[in-house]
């Protein structure tokens, strides 16, 4: 995050991100190889660390197809 990763990938600033979102990925960083391959689900857990607008942010600038985004709008919503 110190390398503004999350800016260049997701469009998201590592200076807008919360104590409870840094702590959120990196308690997704040590578990995520105990979750099943899949690539929505991996990225619903992925997004689900950060906050309405930084999710909204990411799912634009990653240009996903209008399927897989309606459908990780949707489980992120829940």
Do not use: W
């Amino acid at each position: 995050m110190d390398a503004n990763l999350l800016d260049a990938i997701c469009g998201i600033p590592s200076e807008t991100m919360g104590q409870t979102t840094v702590g959120a990925l990196n308690k997704l960083i040590q578990t995520i190889d105990d979750t099943p391959n899949g690539s929505e689900q991996r990225l619903i857990l992925f997004y689900g660390c950060f906050d309405k607008e930084q999710r909204l942010t990411a799912l634009e600038t990653l240009h996903f197809d209008k399927k897989t985004k309606r459908k990780l709008e949707s489980a992120l919503t829940k």
